[in-house]
């Protein structure tokens, strides 16, 4: 083989032997407990919170944090730096904050020191994948940095949409005109 087809070729090695679209820590790997992805849930109004009103925003709050001793830097395949994902109570995907985007094909690296984080948002409408607005009822929610890497994917955040204020109120009503013991 010529001299140059030997470079292409530990080069072709190099990358097809690198992880692709993982999360690690360069030149280690990464243990179980380097990483702790957090997920939290606000309101219209920035409050934490576990229940929501009917088409009112819910912002996802995604923090990555360096549980380790030492610094780290997380390899990301692309510009996209976190992901949430919505599913509704019988575990099928409702909404991606990904889906209809695109990433710049270039590598980020986020640098983490010893118990440093880095936080992430973003926001659903309630709008399901196709466009409709989910109903009410319990859901459930994670956040991820991307790559799949042990520590880069939350632990499932339970919440509630509840139902139009309208609708509750007229449901009440009807229960208490209802005779006792019907």
Request: glycine share 10%.
């Amino acid at each position: 083989m010529p001299r140059n087809s030997h470079r292409l070729a530990a080069l072709l090695a190099f990358f097809l032997a690198a992880p692709g679209g993982a999360c690690a820590a360069r030149g280690e790997p990464v243990a179980t407990s380097d990483f702790e992805t957090r997920l939290g849930l606000k309101n219209a109004a920035g409050d934490e919170a576990r229940e929501f009103r009917s088409g009112e925003t819910i912002t996802l709050v995604v923090t990555i944090r360096n549980r380790s001793g030492a610094a780290r830097t997380l390899t990301l395949p692309t510009s996209q730096t976190h992901d949430c994902l919505v599913f509704a109570a019988d575990h099928k995907e409702v909404w991606r904050h990904s889906s209809g985007r695109m990433f710049a094909q270039v590598i980020i690296e986020l640098n983490l020191p010893p118990g440093g984080s880095r936080t992430f948002t973003a926001t659903w409408d309630q709008i399901d994948a196709k466009g409709k607005s989910v109903p009410p009822g319990e859901y459930e929610a994670v956040g991820l940095v991307p790559g799949g890497a042990a520590g880069c994917r939350s632990d499932p955040v339970t919440f509630t949409i509840l139902a139009p204020a309208a609708k509750n109120a007229a449901a009440k009503k009807a229960a208490a005109r209802r005779p006792a013991g019907s």
